[in-house]
Structures are given as C-alpha cells and as structure tokens.
C-alpha cells in the first residue's frame, strides 16, 4: 500500500470513530495538505521521523517495511489488542468499503470534505504554507452523501459533545 492510501483510510477510519464515539482511533492530529488530509504522527511513522507517539524507537519497523515509491508492506500479524472493538469494526468498514481505491481516488474524496474545504483557500495560494492544522471539529459537520457517514443526528450531537468534553487535539 502507498503511503497517500494508508493516509487517506486511517483519516476515513478516523472521521467515522470520532462521528459515532467522541473519539478518535488513533488520537493523531491531522493536517490539511495539498492532497487532502494526513495524519501527522502515521507520517512520521512512515517516513521513519520524530513523534509525540511513547512507542520506543524502531516500534514500526517490527510491523511496516519500506519498499519503493512511498510503498509498504506488512510484515507481521497487527497487535489487535491495541483497538477496541468499535476501533475494529471501523477500520474493517472503511477498507472493506474504500480499501479497493487507490490513493489518488481517495486524495480527491478527500477533497469534497469539510476538513479539507475549510482550509482550500488557503492551500490554493502558492504564498501560504502547505498544511494547516485542522480543527477536528470539521469532522462532524456534513460531508457528501455516501454509506460510510450516515449517522443520526442524536447520535452525532453526543458524540460531538463527547469529544468537546474530553478529545480537543
């Protein structure tokens, strides 16, 4: 899998954890870039660079092998007990729902959501910087329609209030 890929699913898996519990899966701040957005702490995982993350150096590389063109590839069983259950059942409803896209296609879905939207503008000026930190709240407002993100509004309003409460990134 490319790095945008693995980007794109974890910030998918994300929004959808964050729409239905209050929280986050992985508990990364994101970034809006110029090809969407992008977990910060995946891509310093990925690109082998410093986190905010307590895993001891070279955690990673016992899980994740570098191949070329910013391509991985697993290399050992993920530690399960690591998610939760409903962390489990929403990265297994993006990949089984998007994990047969490329990057490319989900860099430009991406685009079409509010987190990314919000800060258009900004990333169009080749004056400006190219990432924006994004406020995580963008993750509950309405996206396009598509199966993944259909929760009822009570259920949103809670778990908006849930992440107010005790999720600020």
Partial sequence: MDNMKAYKLLWLA????????????????????PHGIVPSDAKCILEGAKTKL???????????????NH???AIAEADLKMFSDSDQEALDRVYSLYGNLDGK???TMSHKYPEWTFYRGLLDDKEQKN?????LEH???????????????????????MYQEYNRC
Avoid: W
């Avoid at 994300?14 to 870039?33: E, K, N, P, S, V």
């Avoid at 307590?54 to 070329?68: E, F, L, Q, T, W």
């Avoid at 990432?131 to 406020?135: A, E, F, N, T």
């Avoid at 309405?142 to 009822?152: A, S, V």
């Fill in 71 to 73: 391509k991985y590839q």
């Fill in 14 to 33: 994300d929004r959808l954890h964050l729409r239905q519990t209050g929280r986050t899966i992985t508990g990364d701040c994101y970034y809006a870039m």
């Fill in 54 to 68: 307590a895993n001891p150096k070279g955690y990673s590389s016992k899980y994740i092998k570098m191949m070329d």
């Fill in 139 to 161: 993750f509950f407002e309405e996206g396009p329609k598509c199966k993944l993100f259909n929760e009822n509004r009570e259920l949103l309003e809670l778990a908006q209030l």
């Fill in 105 to 107: 296609k989900l860099s």
């Fill in 131 to 135: 990432s924006y930190k994004v406020d």
